[in-house]
């Protein structure tokens, strides 16, 4: 039977054991090579026992990991050459990839998942299940193309276009709005830390600008200024 690292472990024993307020400020570490970070299995094993369910810790703690699998499906598909011609296709790719592994995630009722043992393994099977699902995906469409319909008069046209679409916006409209929300995400996971951890905790976690300043370590001017850059450059991102 699969177990978990003992480091993982012990770091889990006492991690429950901790204040709200000490768990809040581990979770804003993102150096992995610090002491004190929380390794993602550690996360996976708190979203997964729904821990601290009476408190908003489970939000934070589930915000936190949902971060890192983003960042890690980034770099899955920097890494493959077949996940960058389909991110090229799919703007909504990261999005859908996340959605897919939080599906596999929540369905997983073994003692000890493996998403607790080496996390960025499994993430990364799980982003590679996704791409050969829209590869079988993909493959079947294109025989689709190869179809005709006959119409009452003995006309051939492809199957494709007699099927009607059901889209509110125009096809134009939703292909601009998708690439902006790819380009948004890439923008945002490209941004320097602080800047990055800036937008986060004012714009996603919706702090006061006390608490925001504490986190990054810095006087609430300074952290006004880092938000103020992150959202110049995201807004750049969609020119």
């Known amino acids: 039977m699969r177990k978990r690292d003992p480091k993982h472990e012990a770091s889990l024993n006492t991690l429950i054991q901790l204040l709200p307020e000490h768990i809040e400020r581990l979770l804003l570490i993102n150096d992995h090579h610090n002491s004190e970070y929380i390794a993602s299995e550690v996360l996976a094993s708190l979203v997964r026992a729904r821990y ?46 996340a959605s897919y ?10 003692l000890v ?19 050969r699902h829209l590869l079988t995906e993909e493959n079947t ?18 199957y494709i276009d007699t099927v009607s679409d059901d889209l509110d916006d125009s096809p134009e409209i939703n292909v601009m709005r998708l690439q902006d929300q790819s380009r948004l995400m890439s923008a ?8 990055r951890n ?10 006061d600008w006390v608490k925001v ?11 006004r200024d880092l938000l ?5 450059k995201l807004q750049g991102a969609l020119k």
């Open 52 to 97: 601290s369910v009476q408190s908003d810790l489970l939000g934070l703690i589930t915000r936190a990991l949902h971060r890192r699998v983003i960042i890690g499906i980034h770099a899955c598909i920097r890494r493959n050459e077949t996940l960058r011609t389909l991110a090229i296709g799919n703007s909504e790719l990261v999005q859908d990839t």
């Open 101 to 110: 592994f939080w599906e596999k995630f929540f369905e997983d009722e073994q």
């Open 113 to 131: 998942p493996n998403y607790e043992v080496r996390f960025g393994v499994y993430l990364q099977d799980r982003v590679i299940d996704y791409m």
């Open 141 to 158: 469409r294109e025989s689709m193309d190869t179809f005709t319909s006959i119409d009452e008069e003995g006309n051939s046209s492809s």
């Open 188 to 195: 945002l996971v490209n941004l320097p830390q602080k800047e």
């Open 198 to 207: 800036a937008f986060y905790f004012r714009v996603e976690c919706k702090y």
């Open 213 to 223: 300043a504490e986190f990054l370590g810095c006087s609430i001017p300074k952290a």
């Open 228 to 232: 103020n850059l992150s959202i110049e």
